[in-house]
């Protein structure tokens, strides 16, 4: 059974930072694609940032350029969102998301929902101004 577990999310001044956590289990982590997304109140949910398990390769968000980091650690099926100056936009619940084929997910398809079959439950960030 997949399993997707987000950890992390919390009350942050602005300008502060925070790191989640997402844990995965039951399939083969190593060709996988794991994204953040997050979604605020009366707002679409929106693509954080995305990374493949395989290479490294990652996609950011603009809005997220420059502050935010993801990373993936192999060993422990864990991906990491690290986020810096964290802004009061970026409160939100922040999802983790999954798709067990790594190469579907690209430059065009890493932020739409559409092509992630496993979610986490998700996890608040509110960042305080």
């Known amino acids: 059974e997949v399993q997707v577990v987000e950890s992390g999310g919390g009350l942050v001044q602005a300008g502060g930072s925070l790191r989640l956590s997402c844990a995965a289990s039951?399939?083969?982590?190593?060709?996988?694609?794991i994204a953040w997304f997050r979604q605020a109140p009366g707002k679409e949910r929106e693509g954080v940032a995305a990374i493949h398990s395989s290479d490294g390769s990652t996609f950011y968000a603009d809005s997220v350029k420059g502050r935010f980091t993801i990373s993936s650690d192999n060993a422990k099926n864990t991906v990491y969102l690290q986020m810096n100056n964290l802004k009061p936009e970026d409160t939100a619940v922040y999802y983790c998301?999954?798709?067990?084929?790594?190469?579907?997910?690209?430059?065009?398809?890493?932020?739409?929902?559409?092509?992630?079959?496993?979610w986490g439950q998700g996890t608040q960030v509110t960042v305080s101004s």
């Open positions: 039951g399939f083969t982590f190593d060709d996988s694609a």
């Open positions: 998301a999954l798709q067990v084929t790594s190469a579907l997910i690209h430059g065009t398809s890493w932020n739409q929902p559409m092509w992630y079959a496993f």
